[in-house]
């Protein structure tokens, strides 16, 4: 095999904006120092060769006559993805050999089928001097997959860093600190596929859409003031409003049981806040707030089972070489 492309995408978390960036609100999302790293190679025998640490499986081969929809789901996306970005390449070999190493589990949603989608689009460009951005064809490809995605993942991933993203766009942040909220995992994830229509359906009927965004609106505001220069009084309302629409989702299908427990803990959304990252359910926790006041919420999480994942802002968005 001959290596012809190696893509590096770092995963997301969004920060404020679930639910409402569906319907063109605007989302606070970054990327963070986990990666997933997608190589491309010529192949040495005929059909789609893909090797993944995302499954148990040794190396898993599609060939020409073989449908995609064949293999099993969580297999599916990323054969998906390689006949896409064949079709958009034309000068590409249908035999081919791809390496998808990811240091974080689907589990956490840090963003793991973005990250796919864009390595993927952008390996085939990249390796055949497609100088045209991958980002339209891998968001594309996600909505053809994904009924309910707005893009904000893949827009984040190539960025780096923070960003506040809408329509397709991206504003770049400089934040005053990098540790002003801490991540925990431990929970079985969330099946964006399943539960994004779910809650999605649910807020239209009760009629809480609008009111969910209005406060997502807030925090980004609020949020990016805080993170370009902290105020105590910008922190308060900022866990107020946080608070409030962590009472919208607690009774949705994307509540998350060790929300509601830390909602009880004293202290809760005054001295620190904490909501799940993205569609909800037992996706990654975020606990906000300065380091010494977040400690009660830390604390009560590591007794739940959830464990801190060492993580930090990756100020650069995908690379390839």
Same mark, same amino acid.
């Given at each position: 095999m001959n290596p012809l492309c190696q893509v590096t995408i770092p995963g997301k978390i969004m920060l404020a904006g679930e639910y409402s960036v569906l319907t063109g609100g605007r989302a606070l999302a970054c990327a963070v120092n986990r990666y997933m790293r997608v190589?491309? !190679? @010529? =192949?040495?025998?005929? +059909? %789609?060769?893909?090797?993944?640490?995302?499954?148990?499986d040794d190396t898993v081969t599609l060939l020409a006559d073989q449908n995609p929809n064949s293999l099993p789901s969580y297999m599916q996306p990323a054969f998906l993805s390689v006949r896409r970005a064949q079709e958009l390449v034309p000068m590409a070999a249908?035999?081919?050999?791809?390496?998808?190493?990811?240091?974080?589990?689907?589990?956490?949603?840090?963003?793991? !089928? @973005? =990250?796919?989608?864009? +390595? %993927?689009?952008?390996?085939?460009?990249?390796?055949?001097?497609?100088?045209?951005?991958?980002?339209?064809?891998?968001?594309?490809?996600?909505?053809?997959?994904?009924?309910?995605?707005?893009?904000?993942?893949?827009?984040?991933?190539?960025?780096?860093?923070?960003?506040?993203?809408?329509?397709?766009?991206?504003?770049?942040?400089?934040?005053?600190?990098?540790?002003?909220?801490?991540?925990?995992?431990?929970?079985?994830?969330?099946?964006?596929a399943q539960i994004v229509p779910t809650t999605y359906d649910w807020l239209l009927k009760q009629d809480?859409?609008?009111?969910?965004?209005r406060y997502n609106e807030l925090l980004i505001s609020l949020?990016?003031?805080?993170?370009?220069?902290?105020?105590?009084?910008?922190?308060?309302?900022?866990?107020?409003?946080?608070?409030?629409?962590?009472?919208?989702?607690?009774?949705?299908?994307?509540?998350?049981?060790?929300?509601?427990?830390?909602?009880?803990?004293?202290?809760?959304f005054v001295n620190w806040a904490t909501k799940t990252t993205g569609a909800g359910g037992e996706d990654a926790i975020l606990v906000f707030g300065r380091a010494p006041r977040r400690l009660p919420a830390e604390s009560k999480l590591e007794e739940l089972g959830w464990r801190r994942l060492s993580v930090s802002i990756a100020t650069t968005g995908a690379l390839s070489s």
């Open positions: 190589t491309l !190679s @010529s =192949a040495d025998a005929p +059909g %789609i060769h893909i090797q993944s640490d995302l499954w148990k249908k035999d081919c050999h791809l390496t998808i190493q990811c240091d974080y589990p689907s589990s956490y949603g840090l963003g793991s !089928s @973005s =990250a796919l989608y864009l +390595g %993927i689009i952008t390996a085939f460009f990249r390796a055949h001097d497609i100088q045209e951005s991958p980002l339209k064809a891998a968001r594309d490809l996600q909505q053809s997959s994904q009924n309910f995605a707005s893009g904000y993942d893949i827009w984040t991933q190539q960025t780096g860093g923070i960003v506040v993203y809408s329509h397709d766009q991206v504003q770049s942040l400089t934040p005053d600190c990098d540790s002003y909220f801490s991540v925990f995992v431990g929970g079985e994830g969330a099946s964006t809480k859409l609008q009111e969910l965004s949020g990016t003031t805080l993170m370009a220069k902290y105020d105590e009084d910008i922190e308060l309302e900022f866990f107020t409003v946080m608070r409030k629409q962590q009472t919208i989702l607690a009774s949705s299908p994307a509540a998350n049981r060790f929300i509601l427990e830390l909602m009880e803990l004293p202290g809760a």
